[in-house]
Structures are given as structure tokens and as C-alpha cells.
């Protein structure tokens, strides 16, 4: 089946250090890849998206995602967290052929600390 | 407006009670999805509009949820004889096409009690 696994339910960084959210997608059909974010009672918004141009994608608010094909992963990192990067992230793929369907990752927590 | 506009933004609905979501596309987007998020999960697809045709409705829970777009712009999502297992917030998301990227309204918050 595809699918699209995101491999942590919660992380925790402090301010200022690294983030790394890990993302993997099942290697049926050639995908497009996007990261959603999503802050508490707001709507889903788009970080970056991956399809088919650059494997290393620069998205919005200092995100970054790099589209490894024989990894088969999307990790969506970022060199230093900010307190206002704490929501939740979903990793999201369309695959050709199921009509631009959107499938949704289980979501990672970010918890951003002082 | 210039985004996606849901309402109502919250519904409190009685077991048995029918409910009726709208979904403001932007405008000239051709697709439209419907989502279901519960508590904690991420999107669970309900259905795809392509214009007014519903190409997909494969994720619609049973019989009592129904969708339409007859007019190929606002699209309205109906959950007849609401259950407790419905309350969630429903998501619609509008897009040029095909593998382009979705906008997401704020969504509605529908509780069953």
C-alpha cells in the first residue's frame, strides 16, 4: 500500500539547536512530497515541497528538506529551532495516479525548550 | 477572500442530528479535497472533487456522509444521523491540479453529543 511513515510522534530540542523530523514514503510511484505544518487551532500550512526538480528543497521560516531516493526519505530539518517553530508537522505525498490525493503521515510533535 | 473559508468553524451537533460543512475554494482551483482529522492523527482523505465531478469518494466512512460541489467552486459536506465517532475536525483543501500544492481552510470542528 502507499503510505508515508514519519518515524517520531514527538520531538523535543532547545532553542537555537538543530531539528530533524524524518519522513519516509513507500517506493511504489514516483511521488511528490510536501511538509505541512500545523500550529494549534490554526490550519495546515505549507513549509516546502518536493517534485521532481532540486532533491534538496529550501522551504519557508528556515526549513529544509533533502528527497533521497535510495533512502526512500524526506527528513524536514532546520539549524536552529525557535520557540515559535513548536507545532505539529505532517508529511504529506500525492503519488501519480491516485488523482492528486494528499496521504498524511501520523504527525510529529516539535516541542521547542528554553 | 484570498484562502480557503470553512464554515461553520464550530458545530455542536446531537446524536441522530444531520450536519451541513461548506468549503469556500479559492478561487479558480479546480481540485477540491475533503479531510477528517480526529484528535491526535493526522488527515484521513475523505473525498476529491475535480471540478463539480467527485473522481473520489473512496474514503467516505458510510452512507451517511455525502458530498457535492454541483457548481464546480463551494462544496458542501453533509453527515447525516451524526454518531459520537464523527466528532472531528474536517478539513477542506482546494488546488490548481494535479501534485500541486493544497490549501487548507481552518477547518470544522464538529462535536457530537
Known amino acids: 500500500a502507499q503510505s508515508v511513515t514519519q518515524l517520531d510522534s514527538h520531538v523535543s530540542v532547545s532553542e537555537g539547536t538543530p531539528v530533524l523530523l524524518r519522513c519516509n514514503y513507500s517506493?511504489?510511484?514516483?511521488?511528490?512530497l510536501f511538509w505541512y505544518v500545523q500550529h494549534p487551532n490554526k490550519g495546515l500550512q505549507l513549509l516546502l515541497k518536493?517534485?521532481?526538480?532540486?532533491?534538496l528543497v529550501k522551504g519557508i521560516n528556515g526549513f529544509e528538506a533533502e528527497f533521497k531516493k535510495s533512502e526512500t526519505s524526506f527528513h524536514l530539518t532546520k539549524p536552529s529551532a525557535h520557540m515559535s517553530d513548536a507545532a505539529e508537522y505532517f508529511c504529506?505525498?500525492?503519488?501519480?495516479?491516485?488523482?492528486?490525493?494528499?496521504?498524511f503521515g501520523t504527525g510529529t510533535r516539535l516541542q521547542v525548550t528554553l | 477572500g484570498a484562502g480557503v473559508s470553512q464554515s461553520p468553524r464550530y458545530k455542536v451537533a446531537k446524536r441522530g442530528q444531520d450536519v451541513a460543512l461548506r468549503c469556500d475554494p479559492i478561487?479558480?482551483?479546480?481540485?477540491l479535497f475533503w479531510y477528517q482529522q480526529a484528535l491526535g492523527q493526522g488527515p484521513e482523505f475523505l473525498t476529491y472533487?475535480?471540478?463539480?465531478?467527485?473522481?473520489?469518494k473512496s474514503g467516505l466512512p458510510s452512507d451517511r456522509f455525502f458530498a457535492e460541489r454541483p457548481e464546480g467552486s463551494v462544496s458542501t459536506l453533509k453527515i447525516q444521523r451524526t454518531q459520537q465517532e464523527d466528532s472531528a475536525v474536517y478539513l477542506c483543501?482546494?488546488?490548481?491540479?494535479?501534485?500541486?500544492?493544497?490549501?487548507f481552510g481552518q477547518g470544522t470542528r464538529l462535536t457530537v453529543v
Open positions: 478561487s479558480g482551483h479546480v481540485s
Open positions: 517506493s511504489s510511484y514516483s511521488p511528490s
Open positions: 518536493y517534485t521532481s526538480a532540486a532533491t
Open positions: 504529506v505525498v500525492i503519488y501519480t495516479g491516485t488523482a492528486s490525493k494528499l496521504t
Open positions: 472533487f475535480q471540478n463539480e465531478a467527485q473522481l473520489d
Open positions: 483543501a482546494s488546488s490548481f491540479g494535479r501534485s500541486t500544492e493544497a490549501f
